[in-house]
């Protein structure tokens, strides 16, 4: 039985990445306020939250300081602009912030609302830039299967997800997908990591060949891809994948919307992962999510590109009424001063051995293939059988049956596919961790109850 905010809820709210047929019949999970790791339903009901939302709650619930930050900038200037020859201060110092902590050396920060503004943004300058250098025809962005950009026309025809693409008309002609680097499911029966890693730079090698290295502007990648199921490259894969985009003058954006700033233990995934960056779109953990903001760092060299430009035809068309919101900037702000003194990065390296641990001994269970994660995120993929990793028939949704008993359980996690994520907020606890895959345990005990009786398998 739904309730009847339930009922409201499903009458009205047209739900974002939901199954629209099946929301109205199960209701959605209503949360009413949350304090640290833990939301709270509007019947009370305690969570731990075990995706820090949308994989970006990173301070958790309930920093005063950060409410402060953003009363502070309402009453003092609530809204101001970067168009047109206007500036203000929060903007200004996130800026300058961002390009200290750069993985790369930066240049300047164009300011967005969202990750897929960034992605979105990280198109138009591939395109524009290239326009201005004088070779329209390297225009091509390579994204890989399975992996999460946003959904914007753009961004969604990045991410290498079908759902993001069917009877959208997507994705744009410009886009092409390499292979996974995920050698659980891709690998071939024998091949290391290693040797994996050598074939998928090879794949992207004559990928790039057989388009022409000349159209080939840009390869975006995620350090871990996020929402395709959390799955870590194999070992040397950025190690061999950046010298072919070097070869053929394909530059690299890293799309650091989950892993940026301090997921895996580092300010940027990049650094973590060994990639070298031209660009990097930020989001989510900048604000901690308590307002929204993202941004596009830039090298010299592209902003060199855009200045000349402008100062041939004028006006560079392109920026969001909200690009730097004075207020959403001053809680970034903020939210980057909270993770240097507490020293956000330290903890989750310190965490980071237990949480794994705990992560990678589900691996054990009869329903889990692969345990997989580094740093503060990861997934266990869900398999009818472990020997051949088949997978459970889709019509017994398996993944989220999981989800809907981790909630029963008190746990919020997240079903991707065959995969269960989970990503808490960063400043999670030993005992807090222990806790979350104690209640994961057991709604995975519990699936495995039902498979078995249901004859699932
Ligand atoms: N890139 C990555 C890696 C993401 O995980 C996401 C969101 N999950 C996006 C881009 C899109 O961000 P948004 O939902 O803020 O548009």
Avoid at 67 to 78: K, W
Avoid at 110 to 119: D, H, P, V
Avoid at 128 to 146: F, W
Wanted: with cysteine.
């Amino acid at each position: 039985m739904v309730s009847n905010l339930q009922a409201r809820d499903a009458a009205t709210v047209l739900h974002p990445y939901s199954n629209l047929a099946t929301l109205p019949s199960q209701g959605s999970l209503i949360l009413e306020r949350g304090e640290g790791v833990f939301v709270y339903d509007v019947d009370g009901k305690p969570y731990i939250e075990g995706m820090a939302g949308l994989w970006c709650n990173g301070l958790g619930h309930g920093r005063e300081e950060l409410v402060e930050a953003a009363a502070e900038q309402m009453r003092r200037l609530p809204f101001a602009h970067l168009f047109t020859g206007k500036s203000h201060d929060p903007a200004i110092a996130l800026a300058e912030k961002l390009k200290e902590l750069a993985p790369m050396k930066a240049a300047k920060v164009f300011f967005c609302n969202s990750g897929s503004e960034a992605n979105d943004t990280q198109v138009k300058l591939v395109w524009y830039v290239n326009n201005a250098l004088g070779r329209p025809q390297k225009k091509k962005i390579i994204s890989r299967i399975k992996a999460y950009h946003g959904v914007t026309v753009a961004s969604a025809s990045l991410t290498g997800l079908p759902n993001n693409h069917i009877d959208f008309d997507l994705p744009l002609p410009q886009v092409r997908h390499a292979g996974c680097p995920h050698h659980y499911r891709f690998a071939a029966p024998g091949e290391t990591e290693e040797d994996f890693a050598t074939r998928l730079a090879a794949e992207l090698d004559a990928l790039i060949e057989a388009e022409g290295p000349e159209t080939v502007a840009a390869f975006i990648a995620e350090p871990i891809m996020g929402a395709g199921g959390v799955i870590v490259p194999p070992a040397t894969y950025f190690e061999k994948i950046q010298p072919v985009l070097e070869k053929h003058d394909v530059m690299l954006i890293a799309d650091e919307v989950i892993c940026g700033f301090g997921r895996l233990g580092e300010w940027f995934g990049s650094t973590a992962l060994g990639m070298k960056p031209d660009t990097v779109s930020v989001a989510k953990q900048l604000s901690s999510s308590y307002l929204p903001i993202a941004g596009v760092i830039i090298p010299d060299w592209i902003d060199e590109a855009l200045t000349s430009q402008s100062a041939k035809i004028g006006t560079f068309g392109h920026g969001y009424t909200y690009s730097g919101h004075p207020v959403a900037a001053a809680v970034a702000l903020k939210t980057l001063e909270i993770y240097e003194r507490e020293d956000i990065l330290g903890h989750v390296r310190r965490i980071t051995p237990h949480f794994q641990a705990r992560l990678k001994a589900l691996g054990e269970h009869p329903l889990i293939g692969e345990a997989r994660g580094m740093g503060l995120i990861g997934a266990v993929e869900i398999v009818a059988d472990k020997a051949s990793k088949r997978l459970f028939d889709p019509k017994t949704g398996m993944g989220t049956k999981i989800v809907g008993l981790a909630q029963e359980e008190g746990l919020i996690v997240r079903a991707i596919g065959d995969g269960i994520a989970v990503c808490p907020p960063m400043v999670i606890t030993e005992a807090e961790i222990d806790a979350l895959f104690d209640r994961l345990g057991r709604a995975l005990d519990r699936a495995e109850e039902w498979a078995t009786g249901a004859g699932a398998r």
